[in-house]
């Protein structure tokens, strides 16, 4: 039985809307990737679950007592206190005194954070992890991570990864590292102009069987508009197609139109070519081949610039 679904969510102002009849369920045990270009709305989708904004129409319909706790990209500056407050700050008031501290313990624990570190002073990876360690401490049957890898070092995105895998039931996430998709997810949802695709399948296969659905569309497309373009040449030979036998010719022309209207195009790729210009203003900084190491560690190599 799913854990929550969605029900013909439209949302936006624009025409289309940005959410168009937008269905789809979570089970379980699933750990679905939300994929889409940049605008697409994955992150109000996100908000949508988490119950921040509500849709123009449709309907997302929960479990019984489900529990959604959430991580967005920005870090709240209005939060304040040691790593165990800030934590301690998405337990479920209601529940019992004793065990509520025992899972900060263990949810601590298992971060690897330290608990008397004043929030405000710790680097903005470190501060990502103590939201994570905060979404956690509710125990949600479902957690909404927003670009969870952002301002992590790889060392610290290997560890989500494996804690995911180890600890999360269920995940609902927006990424746009491939790496941490391929090893986390168990299923991918693609927002593409307003609708919404489902791809039960890893994130290699989803490639593959994404690009098959591209090709069909261009296909279907490229048939639609040299038929179009016929009917179109056909009505401005001057035939008379008032007469009976090309009425329905006629009508069949204007549905064409509306169709090609109605369509709503890929977002394609932008290819931007520089030409050359003579440089203008102060040279600043000119670098070329600087190398450094800290001990045995090298923090920089080969490294040229002009500022």
């Known amino acids: 039985m799913a854990l929550i679904s969605a029900r013909d969510l439209c949302w936006g102002f624009q025409n289309p809307p940005l959410l168009e009849c937008i269905n789809f369920q979570i089970e379980k045990g699933e750990r679905v990737c939300l994929l889409g270009r940049n605008g697409s709305g994955k992150s109000t ?3 949508m679950l988490n119950g ?3 849709p123009d129409s449709g309907e997302i319909w929960r479990q019984q007592g489900l529990t959604v706790a959430s991580l967005d990209q920005a870090v709240p500056r209005e939060l304040a206190g040691t790593v165990r407050e800030v934590v301690a700050g998405g337990l479920n008031p209601r529940g019992p005194a004793l065990a509520e501290t025992h899972r900060i313990e263990t949810i601590l624990s298992r971060t690897q954070l330290a608990p008397e570190a004043p929030f405000a002073d710790l680097s903005t990876g470190m501060k ?3 939201l994570f360690a905060r979404a956690l401490a509710g125990e949600p049957d479902i957690l909404l991570l927003d670009e969870p890898t952002n301002h992590l070092d790889i060392e610290t995105i290997v560890w989500l990864e494996n804690f995911i895998l180890r600890h999360v039931k269920t995940l609902l996430f927006v990424t746009h590292d ?3 998709l391929q090893k986390t997810a168990t299923r991918v949802l693609e927002l ?4 919404l695709f489902s791809y039960d399948c890893n994130y290699e296969t989803y490639l593959q069987r994404r690009q098959a659905l591209l ?3 261009e296909l279907e497309n490229g048939r639609l508009d040299k038929k179009l373009s016929q009917e179109e040449a056909w009505i401005r030979q001057g035939i008379k197609a008032r007469r ?3 009425e329905g010719r006629v009508r069949a022309l204007f549905r064409l139109r509306e169709v090609r209207r109605a369509r709503r195009e890929k977002t394609g790729n932008v290819t931007l070519r520089l030409q050359g210009a003579s440089k203008t203003g102060k040279l600043v900084i000119e670098a070329e081949g ?3 190491t800290y001990g045995e560690t090298p923090v920089a190599r080969d490294f040229s610039t002009r500022i």
Do not use: C, K, M, P
């Open 192 to 195: 593409d102009r307003g609708s």
């Open 52 to 54: 921040e904004i509500l």
């Open 215 to 217: 090709e069909a569309e």
């Open 128 to 130: 990502r992890r103590t």
């Open 178 to 180: 491939r790496a941490f």
């Open 290 to 292: 600087v190398g450094f």
């Open 244 to 246: 009976t036998r090309n």
């Open 45 to 47: 989708l996100l908000q």
